[in-house]
């Protein structure tokens, strides 16, 4: 799906009312693979509910609202963080409306991703640490699940050490080479559509990673 098939969706449902759309996310990390969400934010020119659209993740705000520090502004619809404000303001395409300026500073967005890797991300590995034990590490594992928690702490690794945004993708190149002991490589060859059998012990490996870059990143 392109940006403009979806302006054309929302359009016919809501005439009028969408002032801006700009998409970030893989589209403009250059890390579209197969099953990519198009990411984008819509301004509304006034508060209406947005139907839902299969493959669009969506976060909807007032128009204006991109002028404003992201703590300052409450969405409609979907979340907003200053990793998206980051993104928007730096390599964000615009489709609609006028390019934001999306204030906000570099210290804003290390301390958003340093809190996610403790309040959600240790949440879920901590659990998963559990249960490890009990587990047949050569067995089949969801492709999508260890892609998720594979490459999902990289990213925020990545922007602590040095404040850029980065794809999944790349973001798992970098923390393969940082900890090339790690079969990293396995998730992104398998993210970019190669035929990688993925098992227990790859999400093990991204346990390992994950307690890696929390030593990395508070020491």
């Given at each position: 799906?392109?940006?403009?098939?979806?302006?054309?969706?929302?359009?016919?449902?809501?005439?009028?009312?969408?002032?801006?759309?700009?998409?970030?996310?893989?589209?403009?990390?250059?890390?579209?693979?197969?099953?990519?969400?198009?990411?984008?934010?819509?301004?509304?020119?006034?508060?209406?509910?947005?139907?839902?659209?299969?493959?669009?993740?969506?976060?909807?705000?007032?128009?204006?609202?991109?002028?404003?520090?992201?703590?300052?502004?409450?969405?409609?619809?979907?979340?907003?963080?200053?990793?998206?404000?980051?993104?928007?303001?730096?390599?964000?395409?615009?489709?609609?409306?006028?390019?934001?300026?999306?204030?906000?500073?570099?210290?804003?967005?290390?301390?958003?991703?340093?809190?996610?890797l403790v309040s959600?991300?240790?949440?879920?590995?901590?659990?998963?640490?559990?249960?490890?034990?009990?587990?047949?590490l050569q067995a089949?594992?969801?492709?999508?699940?260890?892609?998720?928690?594979?490459?999902?702490?990289?990213?925020?690794?990545?922007?602590?050490?040095?404040?850029?945004?980065?794809?999944?993708?790349?973001?798992?190149?970098?923390?393969?080479?940082?900890?090339?002991?790690?079969?990293?490589?396995?998730?992104?060859?398998?993210?970019?559509?190669?035929?990688?059998?993925?098992?227990?012990?790859?999400?093990?490996?991204?346990?390992?990673?994950?307690?890696?870059?929390?030593?990395?990143?508070?020491?």
């Amino acid at each position: 799906m392109t940006p403009g098939e979806y302006l054309t969706f929302l359009d016919a449902r809501l005439p009028g009312l969408v002032a801006g759309a700009h998409v970030y996310g893989s589209r403009v990390l250059d890390d579209v693979v197969s099953g990519s969400d198009l990411d984008i934010v819509i301004e509304l020119a006034s508060a209406a509910e947005v139907p839902a659209f299969e493959g669009a993740d969506v976060a909807i705000v007032l128009a204006g609202s991109l002028e404003k520090p992201v703590f300052d502004v409450t969405p409609l619809a979907g979340e907003i963080t200053p990793v998206l404000w980051q993104q928007l303001r730096t390599v964000g395409q615009t489709v609609r409306g006028a390019r934001p300026s999306c204030p906000g500073t570099a210290a804003d967005v290390e301390a958003y991703c340093r809190d996610n890797l403790v309040s959600y991300w240790k949440l879920d590995f901590d659990r998963f640490r559990e249960v490890l034990p009990a587990l047949d590490l050569q067995a089949p594992i969801p492709r999508e699940s260890v892609l998720w928690v594979g490459l999902g702490p990289a990213r925020l690794w990545h922007t602590i050490r040095t404040g850029e945004i980065v794809s999944k993708s790349r973001a798992g190149e970098l923390a393969a080479a940082r900890w090339p002991d790690l079969p990293i490589l396995d998730l992104v060859s398998s993210r970019q559509g190669s035929d990688v059998p993925l098992t227990v012990a790859h999400a093990q490996a991204a346990l390992e990673l994950f307690d890696r870059i929390l030593a990395d990143v508070t020491t």
